[in-house]
């Protein structure tokens, strides 16, 4: 049984279910109600033990409000799961505004008996290097994963297969 968010959660996620066109530009908002509305196929997407608990899911915080994307249970994991969606590459001002909506999730909403909460930033691109800076070394809540809205071609998954082989060598101890 899974124990580890990363155990659980794709990265890339593919979108393809969706139907949205590959040149358009999608405002997030369109992404998410074309996530809305094939939310099955989105939890299947998303791995083993979702369930959906709200959308657009609002946090009072002392007189300002906020907006929670979308917000998941998974009961294999026994934790809320958040999902922010961000059209453009992410930044670390989202990484910063999806770390809050985790902690007041943790301080507000969650039981004692629950695991922590984890943050999912869905993003259309990301630099791997920021992600790394910008959360703690320890993080084990936050991630951020890349949504593509087509299968890649046969050259693209040649390519990184390439490098995960060449990721693998380079942590292999040498003779």
């Known amino acids: 049984m899974p124990t ?3 155990e659980i959660i794709k990265d890339p996620m593919v979108l393809e279910f969706l139907g ?15 996530l809305i509305t094939h939310l099955y196929d ?3 997407e998303l791995g083993n033990g979702f369930s959906f608990v709200a959308r657009q899911k609002r946090l009072h915080i002392d007189g300002d409000d906020f907006f929670v994307d ?4 998974n009961r294999l994991l026994q934790c809320f799961v958040i999902i922010e969606i961000k059209a453009d590459k992410l930044s670390h001002q989202d990484l910063g505004q999806l770390q809050m909506y985790v902690n007041y999730f943790d301080r507000f909403e969650k ?12 993003c259309a691109d990301k630099n791997d290097a920021v992600v790394k800076i910008t959360l703690p070394q320890e993080n084990k809540t936050i991630i951020a994963s890349k949504y593509q ?3 890649p071609t ?16 380079s942590k292999r101890p040498k003779p």
């Open 4 to 6: 580890e968010p990363l």
């Open 20 to 34: 949205l066109k590959r040149e358009a530009a999608y405002y997030e908002k369109d992404l998410e109600q074309a």
């Open 42 to 44: 989105f939890i299947l």
């Open 70 to 73: 979308l917000v998941f249970y």
């Open 111 to 122: 039981q004692e008996f629950e695991n922590a909460t984890i943050g999912i930033l869905l």
């Open 149 to 151: 809205l087509y299968l």
């Open 154 to 169: 046969e050259k693209q998954l040649i390519e990184e297969v390439k490098k995960e082989i060449e990721k693998m060598d």
